[in-house]
């Protein structure tokens, strides 16, 4: 075990002594005949646990020693040896700290021992706090550290993210915009072969027509392309009244009977009384029907579609739209919201990304429970349930 150091100052040699012999099987036992030697030693050997001096000494007295000892070893437990004289400076140094106990002369060993091991507990028990705290002073700022990484890592992951978005998008609007200039520009090449001819065959003009017709439709699909985006781009308008969800659902039905019936599939409501909310009902239907209409795109002849309304705790409703359709990948339904996202031949990818942002403007969400396979289930929470009366 670690022998602590022990400086012990008195001008009587026999004391010094008497001192080093009781103490140096367990102690390092430093010796000094005055205040000055003490304060030499102190400079060349410190740390020194333990301060022990006597009090009456020529030229420095011991509580000038221990006072100037507080500099130079601030860590260290200072005791003092003295006579009953002197009480008053002695009390003094208790009171301002600077002396941790006082042993009276002539010492008792069995006294001078345990003030001497407990001076060691409580040095230890300093020290050990002291590491105590720097060690979480260090961890502190390591913590801080990484918090700051972190915060700049996450800038720079949005950054990229925002620039991988915008070269997503640009690259899918080139994409969707490709098919129709190229049909575009096929049907006037055609044309103009025709136009060209010396001798007009016979059936030009119907042939023109038809060119014609192809670059129209051409035209039709560029322009619902632009105006997609147009539309998603625009900052919507919101005019929230009194929206019956249940009408909504029932209206989108109706509207899409043909559409389901070719699809072969069933789709059936359950209501409960929600009585109505308060929402853009226009932008609700929307909403609804650009997941019902992609539920009906998911499935094929045989699939069933359930939605249900229904109360959601105390001032919510909830719209669950279940299909039995192809479901959707963990990677599809990451990128469900992102716009021009789409796995279909003919989609253009905005539905979803439209129907997100109307949600969101209600102050509502979307939960999704998807497995490829098997079919997918949209929750639709909304707040603003009035009374059913
Ligand atoms: N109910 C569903 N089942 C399976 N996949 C779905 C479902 N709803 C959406 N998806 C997936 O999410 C993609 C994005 O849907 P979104 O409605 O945004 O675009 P889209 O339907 O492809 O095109 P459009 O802009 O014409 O609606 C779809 O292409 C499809 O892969
Ligand atoms: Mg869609």
Partial sequence: MEKYAILYVDDDHENLRAFRRLFRKEYQILLAESGEEGLELLQSQSPIPIIITDQRMPEMTGIEFLEKTRELSPDSIRIIITGFTDVQALIDAINTGRVYRYITKPWDEQELYVTLKRAIESYELKQNNERLLKDLQRKHEELERSYQHLQEAQHKLIQSEKLASIGRLASRIAHELRNPIQGIRMGIELLRQELMEPNHPEGFQESCRTNLQHIDQEITVANTIVKDLLEYARDMKFDFTEADVNEIIDGILFNLSEKV??????????????????????????????????????????????????????????????????????????RLFEPFFTTKEKGVGLGMSIVHRIIETHGGTIDIDSTPGSGTTFMITLPGTMSPE
Avoid: F, K, L
């Avoid at 909310?277 to 069933?304: F, L, Y």
């Fill in 261 to 334: 019936t070719d699809a072969q599939i069933t789709v059936t409501p359950h209501y409960s009384d929600i009585g109505t909310i308060t929402a853009d009902g226009i932008r609700i239907r929307q909403a609804i029907m650009n997941i019902i209409q992609n539920g009906i795109e998911a499935m094929s002849p045989g699939g069933t579609m359930t939605i249900t309304t229904a109360s959601h705790g105390d001032d919510a409703i909830r719209i669950t739209i279940q299909d039995t359709g192809c479901g959707m990948t963990d990677e599809q339904q990451q």
